[in-house]
């Protein structure tokens, strides 16, 4: 892969790390701040396990972008890289329509940048 799309995929990839740990380990304390408008403060608490589910697929999500990172082979990294920024960019569409609009613009759009990039440079 060429070095920007290297970049690009590794920031989807770091963000998703970071919902990982918000959604996971710091539901009730950090996610409370990142999430104050779209969720009441009493409803933390009964949606850990769920939040830590969403946390866990979005490790997945983070987990298959790195390693598309790792493979040799430049065909095979960019169709890995471009299944999970297409899955990435699915969850964002479907997270703006269902939850927040502000999802599309920190998740899918991010992914949509990585996803033409690896299009028009390789």
């Known amino acids: 892969m060429h ?10 990839a770091i963000e998703h790390l970071y919902i990982l740990w918000l959604e996971m380990f710091a539901w009730e304390t950090r996610g409370r701040k990142v999430f104050r408008g779209s969720l009441r403060q009493d409803m933390f608490g009964p949606t850990k396990v769920l939040a830590a589910n969403q946390g866990l697929y979005n490790g997945f999500l983070a987990a298959g972008l ?9 065909v095979w990294a960019k169709n890995v ?9 699915v969850a964002g569409i479907y997270g703006a329509l269902t939850a927040s609009r502000k999802i599309f613009f ?17």
């Not at 070095?3 to 989807?12: A, E, P």
């Not at 790195?66 to 040799?72: A, D, K, T, V």
């Not at 890289?81 to 960019?89: D, K, N, R, W």
């Open 3 to 12: 070095l920007l799309t290297k970049i690009l995929v590794s920031v989807v």
């Open 66 to 74: 790195g390693w598309s990172l790792l493979i040799g082979d430049a």
């Open 81 to 89: 890289a471009m299944f999970f920024l297409g899955c990435v960019i």
């Open 106 to 122: 920190a998740q899918a759009v991010p992914a949509i940048i990585a996803f033409i990039a690896l299009l028009l440079i390789h």
